[in-house]
C-alpha cells in the first residue's frame, strides 16, 4: 500500500467531503505540504467550527508543523471542545501570523481567547480584525499584575459576549466609572473594587464576585433592584463579602423572603454547579407581558411626549374576563374591541405592535392577555383586556406629571404606584415577547371551551442567591 | 446496519447488463442498481424495469472490469442496507468503520483511487463517502512531510514558512499551474 493517493487531483465534490472528515490539525499540517494543498483548504473547507485560540504559559508539546525547526509553534485540537490551543508562543508577531494563517485557512473567527499578560494586546488585536464580538475571553494570570491601564482595557474594551473571566489580582485602588457590556456569565476573581454602582449598570446570567466588598447595606440595594426588574437575564449572582448580617441584607424584604434549610443546586451552563444549604429565597413575581407592553408603552410615552403615561400591571384575575367574553363568541371571533363593565376587550389581536397600540391609553393601569386555539382553523389567536380610562393625555416629559399616588418609573417615561413591585419595567426583554405572543405551549380548544395559556413569569430558578460564609 | 444476504440469481426479468471499458459484461440485479444514482435513473428513463422492454447492454466507459467487480462486491454487501442518508455524508466524523469496509478498502491508494472515481461516476454515495472519510482517516495525525508522501504532493514551498529553512522544491510537481497564495494571508470574511 505504498502506492500514493492523488488527493489534490479529486473531483472538487470528493476534495470537498475528505476536508470536511478531516481533524483541524490534519487540515494544518496538509496546508503546510505544499502551496496547492493550502489553497485547495482554503478553497473547500466549508464546515463550521468553533475557532478558539488559547495562549498560556503551560508548555504542553503536541505537534510541529514540518519543517519548522528553530521554535516549537505547536497547535492542538482539544479533544473535547475541538478547539486550537496554541502554546509557548511569546512573541506577538509568531502568534499573529499563527492565528491569522488559521483562521484565513479555515475561515473561521475567533470565538475565544484566554490570554495572559504578555498577549493583552489580543484584546485590541482581535476587535481590529473581526467585527463579530468574540465568544469568550478568559484571563488567567496571577503571577503579575495588571496595571491600571491594562485591567481598564480588558474590562472596557474586550468584546466578549458570552463569557469573560479576570482571574487576576486587580490594581490597587482600582476604580470603574463605565458601564459594564452585557455578558451572560462574569467571574471576576479580585472583586473588591466592583461597587454598587458598577454592579447596578451590570446585565449578565452568571454574575461571580470573589473578594468583594460589598456591604450589607450595598447587597439589600441590589436585591431591591432587582426585585424591581434590574439585571432582567440573572439567575445566579455570588459576592463573596466575608462578615455578613443577613438581616441588614433582607431590610424590607425579610416578610417575602422564606428560609430554607435542604441543600439546593444549581447548574451553571458556564461554568460550575454550586450547592446552596440555608437560605432565604426571594422570588420575584412578575408578568412577562405587562413588561412587555411597558416596554412599548414607554417608547410610546417618549415617542409623543405624553407625561403621564402609567405603567401597567399584569393582572391575571383579568384573565377570566376574557374568557368570559370569549364563550360568548362562535369559534373564533373577528378581531375586534368589546367595552364592557368598565373594561376593554380586545379579541383576536393579530400582532404585537397591535397589541401596544391597543393598549396606548394613558390612564388604563392594568391588563392581561391569554392565547387560545379554537377547532374552526386550529389557529391560535391573542386576546388582551385592559381597564377602561378616559383619562387626557397630557404633554411634556414622559413622566414628569404622574398623577396622585404614582412615581416615575426607573426608565423615566411611564408613571408606577409608589413601592408596587409588580408595575415595574423591565429592561431588555424585548425577546420574551415571542413567547408571550406565540406560546410554545399551546392548548387545544374546542369551540367555545377556552383555557389559558402561561403568559406570567415565576420561574422559581430567577432566584438571587447571595452566597454567605458560614458566619449565618 | 448488519444485513442478510439472501442469495438471488438474476433473470433477465429482473437485471440488466452493464459493459466495462475493457468489453466485459456484468449482469446486475435491479435491486443492486438502486444503489447507484446513476444507473437507476438510466433505468427509469428507458423503463428497463419493465419485463417488456429491450434491454440494450449499458456501456461504462470510464470503468474497468476490474472496479465493476469490486463495485459489484459492495453493492451485494450493501443490498440490504436502508437507504443513504444525504445528511450523513457532510457531518459524520467517525473514523470507525465496520470491519467488513475495512477490508474492502485494504486496497494500495491508486486503486482507491480509481474506485472513488469509479463510486463518484457511477453516483454510489455510500460508497463514496466511506471512502473519503477513509482517505480523511489515513491523513490523520500525520506530519506535513508524512502527508506528502501519503497523497504524492510534491512540495511547492520555497522556504519554510516561520524559520526560512529551504525545503526541497521540485519543478517537475504535477501541481504547476496554481495560484500563488500568500503566508500571511487577508481576515477571513465576517
Known sequence: MTSPFHLLRMPSVALKLIIDSMELNSLIALSFASRKSHSVIKAHHRKPINGRIHTSRDTPLVLSFSGHKKQEVPIKVDPVEGYLKAFKIDEVDGLRTLIVYVTSLLNIFMLEISFCKQSIWLVDWVNSRQRAPIHSALFVDREEQLSEEQYLQVLRDCTASVKKWLYTDAPPNFRYSEKFRKIDCLDIIDGKWVTIDNLLTMDGIDICLESSSLTNTDLNVFLKHWLAGGCPRLKFFLARTGTVNILEVLTDLLEDAVFFEQRRKYTSPFRFTPRLKRGYDIQREDGVTATMINKGRGKFAEKHQLANMNALVYNKKLELKILEQLSLTEGCPQPSIISHKGFDNYLNVKNDNSMIDLLSGVGITSMACITTKCSENGEDFVSIISDSSDSPAISGTPGSQCSDGRTVAFDGNLCKVKNNRDGYVRKNLWDDMVDIIIPKKTIYVKKTEYRVVHVKVSAPSIKPYIIIPSTI | ?190
Open chain 2, 1 to 190: 446496519m448488519s444485513c442478510e444476504e439472501p442469495t438471488t440469481s438474476p433473470t433477465p426479468e429482473n437485471n440488466i447488463t452493464v459493459v466495462s471499458s475493457d468489453g466485459k459484461e456484468f449482469l446486475l440485479d435491479l435491486k443492486l442498481t438502486e444503489q447507484s444514482e446513476t444507473l437507476a435513473r438510466l433505468i427509469s428513463n428507458f423503463e428497463y424495469d419493465r419485463t417488456d422492454v429491450k434491454k440494450d447492454p449499458v456501456p461504462l466507459g470510464n470503468i474497468t472490469s476490474a472496479q465493476m467487480q469490486k463495485i459489484i462486491e459492495w453493492l451485494q454487501h450493501h443490498r440490504y442496507y436502508p437507504k443513504w442518508e444525504q445528511n450523513d455524508i457532510h457531518y459524520s466524523t467517525s473514523f470507525t468503520f465496520e470491519t467488513w469496509v475495512e477490508e474492502y478498502l485494504n486496497i494500495p491508494n491508486n486503486e482507491m483511487f480509481e474506485l472513488l472515481n469509479a463510486a463518484n461516476y457511477l453516483n454510489i454515495p455510500r460508497l463514496f463517502s466511506t471512502i473519503c472519510r477513509i482517505m480523511a482517516s489515513r491523513i490523520t495525525g500525520k506530519s506535513a512531510e508524512q502527508i506528502r508522501t501519503v497523497l504524492n504532493i510534491k512540495t511547492d514551498v520555497k522556504n519554510d514558512v516561520y524559520t526560512g529553512i529551504p525545503i526541497q522544491e521540485d519543478s517537475s510537481s504535477s501541481e504547476d499551474g496554481m495560484s500563488e497564495i500568500s503566508l500571511s494571508p487577508s481576515p477571513p470574511p465576517i
